[in-house]
Nanobody, 125 residues
Framework: QVQLVESGGGLVQVGGSLNLSCAAS????????MGWFRQAPGKEREFVAA????????KYADSVKGRFTISRDNAKNTVNLRMNSLKPEDTAVYYC??????????????????WGQGTQVTVSS
């Protein structure tokens, strides 16, 4: 099994940037598809970004395309989410997730079997 721990969340002003990191232990992330999801108060968890284990398939939600970038650091066994030009609507708890079955960077939370505990991102206007 793989254990995931997110970090890097915090309070930032509109237009600012944050870099979230998801550190894995137990298994190497190189064989997993990885995704980022977020959940705002009173809303369902929604897809943000994902890449498959080959690195050839990368997907973003329309709402973050051009502002967020998903990347991996295989040496550190982490997956990162760089968030630029943050907006108040980006405020949410952000979760990283791992999919062991190669669903080609799925946008569906149900495809991911491993989840971190989440990190809060708050964008103030």
């Amino acid at each position: 099994q793989v254990q995931l721990v997110e970090s890097g969340g915090g309070l930032v002003q509109v237009g600012g940037s944050l870099n979230l990191s998801c550190a894995a232990s137990g298994r190497t992330l190189s064989s997993y598809d990885m995704g980022w999801f977020r959940q705002a108060p009173g809303k369902e968890r929604e897809f943000v970004a994902a890449d498959d284990w080959t690195g050839r398939v990368i997907k973003y939600a329309d709402s973050v395309k051009g502002r967020f970038t998903i990347s991996r650091d295989n040496a550190k066994n982490t997956v990162n989410l760089r968030m630029n030009s943050l907006k108040p609507e980006d405020t949410a708890v952000y979760y990283c997730a791992a999919d062991a079955f190669g669903n080609r960077a799925s946008t569906q939370a149900r495809e991911y079997g491993y989840w971190g505990q989440g990190t809060q991102v708050t964008v103030s206007s």
